[in-house]
């Protein structure tokens, strides 16, 4: 049984820092892009960050400077480091893992169940 177990979520004060950690349990034959997704209410889900397998990384440019996302291949786990929070990265931050379980599977993406992330004082 595939899954991804999020934490790290949380209430923070505008200005503050979180990390939230992402892990792919489960047996994998390949993962290829680990990512993190949010959505706020009333919005569609959107992109935050993500990492290839080989260390490539994009990110929203609303992050940028402010969020880092990193991985450990070895342990299957992806992180996010999030600095300067404002009261608009308020949402549910969604953990994203693309690839295989098999070798004659297909490459697919995985969701985890998301992590509440608010910024008020």
């Known amino acids: 049984q595939v899954q991804l177990v999020e934490s790290g979520g949380g209430l923070v004060q505008p200005g503050g820092s979180l990390r939230l950690s992402c892990a792919a349990s489960?047996?994998?034959?390949?993962?290829?892009?680990m990512g993190w997704y949010r959505q706020a209410p009333g919005k569609e889900r959107e992109l935050v960050a993500v990492?290839?397998?080989?260390?490539?990384?994009n990110y929203a440019d609303f992050v940028k400077g402010r969020f880092t996302i990193s991985r450990d291949n070895a342990k299957n786990t992806v992180y996010l480091q999030m600095n300067s929070l404002k009261p608009e990265d308020t949402a549910v931050y969604y953990c994203?893992?693309?690839?295989?379980?098999?070798?004659?599977?297909?490459?697919?993406?995985?969701w985890g169940q998301g992590t509440q992330v608010t910024v008020s004082s």
């Open positions: 990492m290839a397998s080989g260390g490539s990384t």
């Open positions: 489960g047996r994998w034959f390949s993962i290829n892009a």
């Open positions: 994203n893992t693309e690839g295989r379980r098999n070798s004659w599977t297909n490459i697919r993406a995985y």
